[in-house]
């Protein structure tokens, strides 16, 4: 490292996916040194350091990481983006060493047995609609978007803009169009991390606070939990990336148990993209794919007509490059 130099650190954060009850939940844990602006813990992703002595890769570091802070082994992962913006970690002036995250996304199932090793490490699940509420189209359009979200960004997107500022982005108004819906245009599900950016930007999320941008929100928070540094926009950048997923992979297995019913496989990709199905469409493109297969089996845990059981057939990695379920915009 030359004279002058920043020393740089690599973090390693984990999005880590499961589904409970058909809600959409994310692991958390809560440091005694993040907290918000009015003093209440905040919570955070699972947050590991990569040593190069003693992790070969990013990700067997991640998985010693989490494990370690969360009794947690995890399935499913994948590389997500990295983040490395000046800022990120809200240090004043930005000294000490830059630390850079690279992001993961993790699925697991939900098997009851972990709540016990969880609480003892200090962890959680939490729904992850919960943060960002805005998201959760299952009931129909969150009033909040009306209410609350389009006025604001609305009001923000006709106020003057600095000719030098963002110059290399489109304009606020199309910005707005495309990652909303409005005049319309269709709200795509996949456009997470885009509408996060833009109520970060418009300050109407408590992050704004945080980091110094503005002196308060108005909103009292009414826009889901805050949580530390940027791990909001990295739990979008997990949920759009899981939500896409869907389409092309079938990662929803990593999910399920074994075996399953097609109510609790709609409802559990429902609760992933925010968006209601037509139970029966949903039925003939599943079994239309050929991405299940009945095990002979039913279920009575419904309380009501016995419901055929099924598994993911695996062979399906065999016959195509795309297996996912490709559920329409709306």
């Known amino acids: 490292m030359t004279a002058g130099s920043t020393a740089i ?6 999005a880590i996916v499961t589904v409970m009850e058909n809600e959409p939940q994310i ?16 919570d955070g992703l699972p947050l590991g350091s990569f040593d190069p002595l003693h992790h070969r ?9 989490v494990e370690e802070q969360t009794a947690l082994h995890l399935g499913y992962v994948e590389q997500l983006y990295t983040f490395g913006d000046r800022g990120r970690q809200k240090q004043p002036d930005d000294t000490g060493p830059h630390i850079i995250s690279v992001g993961y996304l993790a699925l697991t199932r939900d098997d009851g047995n972990q709540s016990g090793a969880l609480q003892r490490a200090g962890a ?3 729904k992850w609609y919960g943060y960002l509420p805005w998201e959760d189209w299952r009931s129909g359009r969150p009033p909040m978007l009306d209410e609350i979200i389009m006025p604001a960004l609305k009001d923000w997107a006709n106020k003057p803009q600095n000719a030098d500022s963002n110059r290399h982005l489109p304009s606020r108004k199309s910005r707005l169009r495309l990652a909303f819906g409005d005049h319309d245009f269709p709200w795509d599900e996949e456009r997470v991390l885009e509408r996060y950016e833009i109520l970060y930007e418009a300050g109407l999320i408590e992050e704004a606070v945080s980091d110094g941008r503005i002196a308060q929100t108005g909103l009292s928070g009414e826009l889901g939990r805050q949580m530390r540094l940027d ?11 899981l939500r896409g997923k869907l ?8 999910l399920m148990p074994p075996e399953f019913t097609l109510t609790a496989l709609q409802s559990t990709v429902e609760a992933i993209s925010g968006r209601h ?10 079994e239309g794919a050929e991405l299940v297969e009945p095990t002979g089996h039913t279920s009575v845990a419904t309380g009501g007509r016995p419901a055929a059981l099924y598994r993911f057939r695996r062979k399906i990695f065999e016959e ?3 297996p996912g379920i490709k559920v329409g915009g709306r």
């Open 320 to 322: 195509r490059p795309a």
């Open 27 to 42: 692991l958390v844990i809560s440091m005694d040194e993040a907290r918000a602006t009015n003093g209440a813990l905040l």
């Open 247 to 254: 389409k092309y992979r079938p990662v929803v297995f990593e």
């Open 277 to 286: 199905l037509h139970k029966q469409n949903f039925r003939r493109l599943v």
């Open 231 to 241: 791990h909001r926009r990295i739990l979008a950048t997990a949920i759009a990336r």
């Open 9 to 14: 650190a690599i973090g390693l954060n984990a």
């Open 57 to 65: 890769t990013f990700e067997t570091g991640l998985r010693a990481s």
């Open 124 to 126: 959680a699940w939490h």
